[in-house]
Each structure stands twice: as C-alpha cells, then as structure tokens.
C-alpha cells in the first residue's frame, strides 16, 4: 500500500456497517485473520510496497477499506461507530530487526498509541505479542517478569508493560498474544524471517543448530481460531500465551518433511539473542475457555503441504 491514506476512498462506503479494522492485514498472520473472518467486513490497514504481499489478500471479497498506517488513528477517530473491533497485526515482525528506534516508533509507540485509541471509544483491542518476551526463561507463565534477549522481544514486551498498567482504566477489551513459532499458508514474503517448514519444504540439505534447539509451533489456523473466540467473547481481556504447550526439536520438522539435513554451531553473534527453548504455558488460556486441542505438528505440516506449498497457487 502507498505511504499515504486514500481517506475519501472510504467514505464510498457504508459508515453503519459494523466491520473489523486488521492491521499488517497483508503479512502472515493477518492475511489468514481475514481469510478466516470472510463472512466480515474488514478495512485492510497495511504497506504493501513493491513486493507480492497483495496476493495474501487477492482472494479476499469481504475488503471494505484500506487505510494506510499512518492514517489509521484519524480514520478510526472519524468512524469508530461503525468499528467493531481493532486486530493489529502490522508491526515490525522480524526478530533479528537491529534498529532499535524503529522498533519502538512502529512496534512499541504506535501499538500503545493505537490501543489508547481504541480505548477511548470502547473499541476491543486485540494485538500481537510474542514469546520473545521470555527471553532464556523456562518458565512461560504470562505473570511472570521477563526479560528479553533482543530489542524486537523489549519493543513487544513494552506494550504489554504499558497496557497492563493502565489495565484499570481500560473501557474496552484488550488482549495480547504471545504467539509462539506460528507456521502455515502466505508466508512466503518472509524470507529467512519465515517458518523452518517454509524454509525446509522442497529444498536440499537444511542446516540446523547443534544442540538440540527446540520450540513450540502452531499452526496459523489455530491461532485464528482462537481469534475468532476472543471477537465472541468481548469480556476476556489480558495477555495469553498461543502456543500448543508442546516443544519439538527443528530436526522433527525435517524428518516430517523428508528432507535431508545436517548440523553446524550457531554463530557467535547469535548466542546471546537466541531462544534455544520455548513451550507455552496454556493454563491461563485454558481458564479462560479457550483452548482446543491444536493441530499437531504433523497434521498442520501436511495440510500446510497439501494445499499450499505443493500448489502453485499458495495463497489462502
């Protein structure tokens, strides 16, 4: 999308209508958030730049509007009656991400800017987080302190800081999740940023790190289910963990994928940003009434295969 908003654009459309503002709606996980919600009316709030990232959302007939990030707080001041809800995906998702003002500007800055927003005329609020949070933490409890091992983790861990310390004044609801290693349809605009199934699948020998790394990964669909939860359930609020509370070794994936691999030492630049373990607690999602039984690593990789990586078309 343009750096800039096409305000009068969506005055064409209907105000009363009650629609759902997606942010980062062309990325990984907001494309499939609005492929999953088709039967609502979605304004489409992201930068698509010169790349194919349009194509997440080409399929997509339930787009009412688009509205540039920059824009989104004025537009949603003008129109928040016909709002039902804000889910803000867009930030800046890449964990390696060195710019550390960036990464407060767009991820930390403009999500509490956002949410304030949203607050302001009881809109709910659902944003994401990340497992980056804990950091070399074993414990993934959402109450516990954390403390991150890169800035993209500190940005992200930032606003749940700020949103839950003013969690008192909230007129809305709010929810953060911690999502942890999501994989699955549309994130092939990613790159090295992208899932180790996306990596793996159709390749030659794939590397991994000695030691046995191991983390916890959900399928995208499962996240979006839980997403779809939270809009019927407008009185949860809070952070949740979104992981399946299952940690698998990277090799797991390879094998699934009947792909070669071999083994060599993390670079030493890594050591002291990288996760080597993660597995979400989910007692706290479950309470909630939310949880499900996810798809398992095997299930989710096949139907991620079967209809999408193996096809030319592999947009959802």
């Known amino acids: 999308m343009p750096r800039h908003a096409e305000q009068e654009h969506n005055k064409d459309f209907d105000e009363n ?8 709606a062309a990325g990984f996980i907001g494309s499939n958030i609005v492929a999953d919600l088709e039967e609502k009316e979605i304004i489409v709030s992201d930068w698509l730049g010169n790349g194919n990232k349009w194509r997440n959302l080409v ?25 039902t809800a804000v889910i803000h995906m867009g930030a800046i998702s890449s964990t390696a991400e060195a710019d550390v003002d960036k990464l407060l500007e767009w991820n930390t800055a ?6 304030k927003c949203c607050n302001r005329y009881g809109i709910p609020f659902i944003y ?8 070399a933490s074993l414990n993934f409890n959402e109450d516990q302190d954390s403390v991150p091992l890169n800035p993209y983790g500190w940005s992200k861990n930032l606003v749940d800081q700020a949103i839950l310390t003013a969690a008192e004044k909230d007129k809305s609801q709010f929810v953060g999740l911690r999502f942890f290693n999501v994989y699955g349809p549309n994130e092939y605009h990613k790159g090295s ?30 996240c ?12 949860i609020s809070g952070i949740f963990n979104i992981g399946t509370g299952i940690a698998r070794p990277f090799d797991d994936i390879a094998i ?47 139907d991620y295969v079967d209809n999408y990586l193996s096809r030319k078309d592999q947009y959802r």
Request: charged letters at 20%; a positive charge; aromatic letters at 12%.
């Open 224 to 235: 979006c289910r839980i997403i779809r939860g939270l809009l019927n359930n407008p009185g």
């Open 193 to 222: 940023q992208g899932s180790m199934v996306f990596q793996a699948y159709g390749k030659g020998p794939i590397g991994l790190f000695n030691g046995d790394p191991q983390r916890d990964f959900i399928y995208v669909k499962d």
């Open 256 to 302: 699934i994928l009947g792909t070669d691999m071999y083994f060599f030492d993390m670079p030493e630049k890594m050591r002291s940003q990288y996760q080597n373990f993660t597995k979400a607690d989910t007692k706290k999602i479950e309470a909630a009434g939310l949880w499900f039984k996810p798809t398992s690593l095997e299930k989710g990789i096949k």
């Open 59 to 83: 399929k997509r007939k339930n787009i009412r509007g688009l509205v540039s990030p920059e824009c989104l707080l004025d537009y949603i001041d003008t129109t928040h009656n016909s709002i």
């Open 17 to 24: 209508r009650q629609m759902i503002v997606v942010t980062g």
């Open 128 to 135: 994401a987080s990340s497992a980056a949070i804990y950091g």
């Open 110 to 115: 403009y999500s509490v800017n956002l949410w």
